[in-house]
């Protein structure tokens, strides 16, 4: 496979090609989180609402983008941070 993709790589269309389809996997990505984010509060009353609507998780988005974006957490380190801090936020609301 590999000479066969660096064939492929030196045409201009193929690079360009692969540009799109990588800015179609980040906005479908954005889209499923934004999706998640508007109806991530959920409870046994309603069908869910806005995460924003909640202060915490402003601050929880906010460290996990920062410590990823300007301290260099890897993104997995920086969900399982996210992942902690909300069962923290569950037992202290149970």
């Known amino acids: ?4 993709w660096a064939r492929l790589r030196r045409y ?3 690079t360009s090609c692969l540009r799109g389809v990588n800015a179609a996997a980040v906005g479908l990505i954005w889209t499923a989180v934004y999706r998640l984010w508007e109806a991530g509060n959920l409870t046994s009353t309603d069908s869910g609402t806005s ?9 929880v988005a ?3 983008f920062s410590a ?4 260099g957490l890897p993104p997995a380190i920086c969900i399982g941070m996210g992942g902690v801090l909300g069962i923290a936020r569950w037992g202290i609301t149970q």
């Open 51 to 59: 995460l924003g609507s909640d202060p915490w998780w402003i601050v």
């Open 12 to 14: 201009q269309a193929v």
């Open 68 to 71: 990823n974006q300007w301290y």
């Open 1 to 4: 496979m590999t000479p066969i």
């Open 62 to 64: 906010a460290v996990a």
